[in-house]
């Protein structure tokens, strides 16, 4: 399987922590894919017309975008413990847990992007800062419930958005009051997947 791929986005970087986890390393080849938002990937295009990572391209042509459907793709391929549980109240919390780091990763995506804007708007920067502030909140008062659940797909969209806020806004101190979803986080970061897909900004 082909993987349109990048070391810096955490996208990405989520579904290589499924692929370490499911140990499925060897059936993978990373093409190495600039996708900016500004500027169309015409290669990229031919298998996923957003222009977007990461993509999967089987082995019979089949294309799979975005990251959450390639990662339950790649759980369906076997590999032990499953990431997205069967039983349904837990698959529902999986994947809430799924939508939240991932909408947390959009949202910090953005914010970066109008950032590095010539002319960033106050207005959405300062929205942006409010819902960081909830979704750190939120994650605090839900660690331990988290780290009670076997580990899965949200546990991995979630520990992926957090390392965002380490690569990305390393100078943003967002373990400050946040000290259970932190001390989650180091534990989280000390998995073998994790460390082998640490974000690398090779522009």
Request: proline share 7%; net charge neutral; aromatic share 6%.
């Amino acid at each position: 399987m082909k993987l349109h791929w990048s070391p810096r986005s955490p996208f990405v970087r989520k579904v290589m922590v499924v692929v370490h986890e499911l140990g499925l390393s060897d059936r993978i080849t990373c093409v190495r894919t600039v996708a900016a938002s500004t500027k169309p990937h015409a290669e990229l295009m031919r298998d996923n017309p957003l222009s977007k990572i990461p993509t999967l391209v089987l082995d019979d042509g089949t294309v799979i975008y975005d990251s959450p459907v390639i990662c339950e793709y790649l759980d369906s391929l076997g590999g032990a413990p499953k990431l997205h549980p069967a039983e349904p109240k837990a698959r529902l919390a999986a994947l809430r847990r799924e939508a939240l780091g991932d909408g947390f990763l959009d949202m910090l995506v953005l914010l970066r992007d109008e950032r590095l804007r010539a002319n960033p708007s106050d207005v959405h920067i300062a929205s942006a800062a409010v819902r960081k502030a909830a979704v750190l909140k939120s994650l605090e008062q839900e660690t331990d419930a988290l780290a009670a659940t076997p580990f899965g797909i949200g546990h991995i969209a979630i520990g992926c958005a957090l390392g965002y806020l380490d690569f990305r806004y390393a100078d943003e101190d967002w373990r400050k009051g946040h000290p259970r979803i932190a001390g989650w986080h180091a534990t989280f970061a000390a998995r073998p997947s994790v460390r082998a897909t640490e974000p690398v900004d090779d522009a």
